[in-house]
């Protein structure tokens, strides 16, 4: 063995893993580093792998004062004193219940707990942490004693580079996480995501469980492999597991019933029993295949959940019920759709606003056939939610971001504005949610300046084509175009309105126009993609409705 093996059950481990030869890791280049961690340069040797651990980590930047080994040698007989370690109550922001062994002996089993309870006594600020006792008892297996471990494991949660996210230390940080997550399923597990909301009542409650499924429900090798990257990469590499997870579940699943009543529970058994389908290498590939936004950007979509739960008041640990919006049969009441199918929505929308109940704003059967009353009642309220049915008894609708005011800007020019957010969809006669493109107006790209009012609608609208660019090319879906430095007079958005009609770009090259006396409305489709249209190129509107979000905690 070596001199790593002090906490390791062999007999419980990969046979493979100790017949390895050693090898060494010259390599200091962050991308020649990045290819080695992805190809589980080091994966293979116990010994390498320990070494390359405490290298990478000892490289982390952290806080100046940041407890050591020695520190761990002075507190640990004072605070676990001579109780049973196996036995060890362990503080509230772990888990008691998920204490994964990873295959340690006796001793490694007890020395988590001992870590884990010294760690509480140095960072007090911890208050939520759900992840620690599986780095702990990862890392004990390539380390040469508890101290070392606590050292290593301290390293990690005093790290004070703002751009390198490590473990989430608070219940907003791990939530606005569990929401990001959500946010990025919905983009890139659609498929996957559309099976959550028909098998779960509460989607979000399914999506909190991405971070158990890699720190507590995959096998010892494959986070091993997981943590290789980790320590490399950063934070984003969770997200790609966690996805990749995701979509092996419903391609095994796919068609299959339920095992048990709770899809929760059969993911972490599918997580559980991954070796049955998927090996650590298909696992990764899998993983990296995803065209994920950048680093920059996921950070931004994580301080904008974060933000919405501060301004909420949820901070600390409650009952998720109390939390997350269920659209309530008692409470809700639509002309244009049931319940079921505003779920069916809610379901699609960022996470940070699904923490609001829908509010009804305008409806045609109340307010009339009038633009300016749309948008009198829309106007200071953000975002917005458009839902239409025809004479034809088609429904569809419009997730919009941005308020209507923004409108005004454009002075007397029909100018764009909105964010990537939005999106259009339909739910009559069969549901589509058509994901969002850059919309162009064609005058602009004709002549780089914004359009006159005085153009006619239909063409301004019905010539608008979807752009069928590669999607790590589109605006990302959280930020408006202002980060992506675009001219002001070429950049392209998402939704325009003036005191004659309203056009709101949606996606997969829809587009929709609604006349000024809102009984008309037609579409546009790019015939690049294969999609069904949104509803008839040409239709007359039965209902329109307009829905607000409404704070559920500020009432």
């Known amino acids: 063995m070596d001199e790593y093996d002090r906490f390791v059950d062999w007999d ?11 090898k060494e890791l010259t390599c200091t280049e962050f991308q020649e580093l990045k290819q080695l961690a992805r190809q ?3 994966a293979k040797s116990h010994s390498l792998r320990a070494k390359v651990y405490h290298k990478l980590i000892s490289n982390i930047p952290c806080r100046t004062v940041t407890p050591d080994a020695n520190v761990y040698r002075d507190i640990v007989v004072k605070i676990v004193g001579k109780r049973n370690s196996s036995s060890l109550p362990l503080p509230e922001f772990v888990d008691d219940s998920l204490v994964p062994t990873y295959c340690l002996n006796a001793e490694g089993i ?9 760690i509480a006594n ?7 942490c759900p992840a620690l006792p599986s780095v702990i008892a990862l890392l004990l297996h390539y380390s040469k ?15 004070n580079d703002p751009s390198k996210r490590l473990i989430d230390q608070t219940f907003l940080a791990f939530e606005s996480s569990c929401m990001t997550f959500g946010d990025l399923v919905n983009k890139y597990c659609q498929a996957a995501h559309k099976l959550m909301v028909a098998v779960s009542e509460d989607v979000l409650e399914v999506y909190s469980d991405w971070q158990r499924w890699l720190f507590g429900e995959l096998p010892m090798v494959y986070i091993a492999r997981v943590f290789d990257v980790f320590l490399v990469e950063g934070y984003k590499v969770l997200y790609r597991v966690a996805l990749a997870i995701l979509k092996f579940f419903h391609k095994v699943r796919a068609g299959q019933p339920m095992e048990s009543d709770s899809v929760q529970q059969d993911i972490r058994a599918f997580v559980r029993d991954i070796a049955k389908s998927v090996s650590p290498e298909r696992l990764l590939e899998k993983a990296f295949a995803i065209r994920l936004f950048s680093r920059k950007e996921i950070q931004l979509l994580q301080m904008a959940n974060e933000k919405a739960l501060q301004q909420k008041g949820i901070t600390v640990k409650q009952k998720r019920q109390n939390v997350h919006l269920a659209v309530h049969a008692e409470n809700f009441k639509s002309e244009i759709v049931s319940v079921k199918e505003m779920r069916d929505i809610w379901s699609w929308i960022p996470e940070r606003f699904a923490l609001c109940q829908p509010l009804l704003l305008f409806t045609t059967l109340e ?25 034809a008894k088609e429904v569809c609708g419009a997730f919009l971001s941005t308020d209507w005011s923004e409108r005004r800007r454009g002075g007397n020019k029909l100018s764009f504005f909105g964010t990537g957010e939005c999106f259009v969809f339909r739910l009559q006669p069969e549901v589509e949610r058509y994901e969002w493109v850059i919309i162009k107006h064609p005058e602009l790209a004709a002549s780089g300046s914004e359009p ?7 063409s301004n609208t019905l010539s608008f084509r979807g752009t069928p660019s590669d999607p790590s090319d589109r605006l990302s879906p959280f930020l408006s175009a202002r980060h992506f430095n675009l001219p002001s007079k070429t950049a392209s958005m998402f939704m325009a309105g003036s005191s004659e009609c309203i056009i709101i770009g949606g996606g997969d090259g829809q587009a929709l126009y609604l006349d000024a006396d809102l009984n008309h409305g037609r579409t546009s489709h790019c015939n690049t ?7 008839s190129e040409s239709f007359q509107i039965s209902v329109l409705e307009v829905w607000g979000f409404r704070d559920t905690m500020n009432g």
């Open 12 to 22: 419980k481990m990969d046979v493979t893993v100790q017949s390895q030869d050693i």
């Open 40 to 42: 589980g340069y080091w």
């Open 110 to 118: 007890g020395a988590v707990r001992k870590i884990i309870l010294c």
């Open 122 to 128: 140095q960072f007090p600020d911890i208050s939520f």
């Open 145 to 159: 004693d508890e101290a070392e471990c606590f050292e290593q494991v301290c390293r990690i949660l005093a790290c």
């Open 367 to 391: 307010h009339g056939c009038s633009l300016s009353r749309f948008y009198s009642h829309s106007e200071g309220h953000e975002p917005t939610l458009v839902l239409i049915k025809t004479t």
């Open 452 to 458: 006159e009012n005085h153009a006619s609608p239909a």
């Open 529 to 535: 993609f294969n999609n069904q249209p949104l509803c």
